[in-house]
């Protein structure tokens, strides 16, 4: 399939579309509580979108822990996605002359425009057709990704999911939530803690699953079936979910499914604190007692343009970012890996899978000046260790060297060179942040709970890009083959079924892990023992200084 099918099918997988004229029905009701609640018919699925699940976090509330909402007591419309949560803004500084293969992917990764306000606290439930309050199917929650600072439902079609599930005879449910983001949601500070009120994204996350505890009957889905997924920061937030409440998933999920990411090593709240006095000044609170207060007061565009002037994703400092979780002694009580040492983890399956190149799109940008050994040592210590030894950043480099040739984009020999230092950065980015954490994770649980690993190999000629970050999507959200994968590891806590190979669980004496690849033969079985020296490098580096 070529990159332009390919982008065409993500216009059409992603974009949300309302229900198609063909198949039209009467409209579909269920109750919640004494309401009546209208979705929209759209072929074999049913499509309830925009239903709150939290009071609006807009005035008073802004900055505070969600609420929840009182019984549901008058008829609503749930025919059309909520705004997303506020979106910090992004603007890609490409480098020029890159291939036009190149730019058409990069320009999904652009701000969207997608629609947002504060008051965005509503969630999706897609069903089949003829799914009743007696169904009991099985769950699937998605949580999106956008590094905590951008992203919502509407940009991802769910309806494909649960039409893959209705066709491979394993019908399911499928839920999508928004949740605070950026500032709004990953405001981190001592004043923060004080007041009680840190990681709000994570914290509307874990009452969407509260909601889908006590409703998704209504629908025809089964409370006690619900297998939690995200992609990119969505499967931290469900590595997280996992750690949270010494490990104990209160009944809210029975299984968890993780695309490029995991538990990571993040560091205390108090790490956010010079990002916190930034939005304070932007916003003109800091000569109040009550700073929190006033943060609440200001106008929404005030708080909105002081974030958007803290960095991205996409800006120098890259992947460490400005808005995440935090350590914060009550949601995450310590170094989401210490937990996981700990066994503070849900005992429920999981499977848990990256791209090969995860670390190229996110090196592409303000990082290309790095051109010497001697700039990219200064980077990591000045913005990833800076409590590190010279002589530990130097050791680093050399398990990360500057030969090309095993550089990211893996496997491509001396193709994609941007500069003298891109590929060397862009593994090792894809190694601290992706890979390495993931493995951890595996190693760390083998024995204690059923696990499957992936690695996705596909769109590996996309130049400079490689097999990127968030290249899968394409293929669980177009309705290939880690789709069926998906659904039926949602219905039967097992991956495996049909004509698709045959995917073992994966152990520590045997680290086996699928291949998702380009050509005729579209899945293989690997090891998952690729640059284990390095890996383990990494992650005694980020548990000593974590982010």
């Known amino acids: 399939m070529t990159y332009t099918n390919l982008l065409l099918l993500l216009a059409a997988s992603l974009a949300g579309a309302s229900a198609s004229p063909l198949g039209e029905r009467s409209s579909p009701t269920v109750t919640l509580d004494s309401a009546t609640v209208t979705g929209l018919s759209s072929g074999s699925v049913n499509e309830f979108l925009g239903i709150p699940f939290a009071q609006p976090p807009t005035g008073s509330l802004r900055l505070q822990l969600p609420q929840v909402l009182p019984p549901y007591n008058a008829s609503f419309s749930a025919t059309a996605y909520g705004p997303a949560c506020p979106q910090q803004a992004t603007e890609l500084s490409v480098p020029s002359g890159l291939p036009a293969e190149t730019l058409d992917y990069l320009s999904v990764f652009n701000d969207s425009g997608t629609p947002s306000a504060e008051d965005c606290l509503t969630l999706n439930v897609i069903a089949p057709a003829d799914a009743t309050p007696d169904s009991q199917l099985p769950v699937v929650v998605f949580i999106y990704g956008g590094g905590f600072e951008t992203g919502g439902t509407s940009q991802y079609n769910g309806t494909v999911i649960v039409e893959k599930a209705i066709s491979l005879g394993v019908p399911a449910v499928y839920v999508s939530m928004n949740y605070r983001l950026n500032g709004f949601g990953f405001l981190a500070s001592q004043e923060v803690k004080d007041a009680g009120i840190s990681n709000l994204g994570l914290r509307d996350q874990r009452l969407a699953l509260y909601w889908v505890h006590r409703y998704i009957c209504a629908f025809g889905g089964d409370p006690t079936k619900v297998t939690i997924w995200g992609q990119s920061a969505g499967a931290m937030s469900v590595g997280l979910q996992m750690v949270t409440n010494g490990g104990n998933p209160d009944g809210l999920f029975r299984a968890a499914f993780m695309e490029s990411g995991s538990p990571l090593p993040l560091g205390d709240i108090s790490l956010g604190q010079k990002y916190y006095d930034a939005i304070v000044s932007e916003t003109g609170c800091s000569n109040v007692s009550d700073t929190l207060q006033c943060l609440r007061e200001v106008p929404y565009e005030t708080f909105l343009d002081a974030v958007n002037q803290s960095p991205g994703s996409f800006s120098n400092q890259s992947l460490l970012s400005t808005w995440q979780p935090f350590v914060d002694g009550v949601f995450l009580t310590d170094n989401p890996q210490k937990l996981v040492q700990q066994g503070s983890v849900a005992e429920v399956p999981f499977a848990s899978g990256d791209c090969d190149d995860e670390g190229t799109l996110y090196s592409l940008f303000a990082i290309l000046n790095i051109t ?132 073992p669980q994966y152990t520590s004496a045997e680290p086996t892990m699928l291949e998702f690849l380009d050509g005729s033969v579209p899945q293989a079985l690997t090891q998952d023992t690729y640059r284990v020296e390095a890996m383990e490098f990494v992650t005694n580096l980020t548990l000593a200084y974590p982010w």
């Open 372 to 503: 010497t050994d001697i700039q990219l040592e200064e980077y990591i210590q000045t913005y990833l260790f800076p409590d590190a030894t010279s002589t530990t950043i130097q050791e680093l480099m050399q398990y990360y060297p500057a030969n090309i040739t095993q550089g990211s984009p893996f496997d491509t020999g001396v193709l994609n060179a941007l500069t003298p230092q891109f590929k060397r950065i862009a593994a090792f980015q894809g190694d601290a942040v992706f890979q390495a954490p993931r493995r951890f994770f595996l190693q760390n649980r083998s024995g204690k709970q059923p696990l499957w690993t992936y690695v996705s190999k596909r769109l590996k000629t996309i130049p400079f890009l490689g097999s990127f970050h968030g290249s899968d999507v394409y293929n669980v959200y177009g309705g290939q083959d880690m789709a069926s994968y998906l659904v039926r590891f949602v219905s039967n806590l097992d991956p495996n079924g049909g004509t698709d190979l045959y995917w």
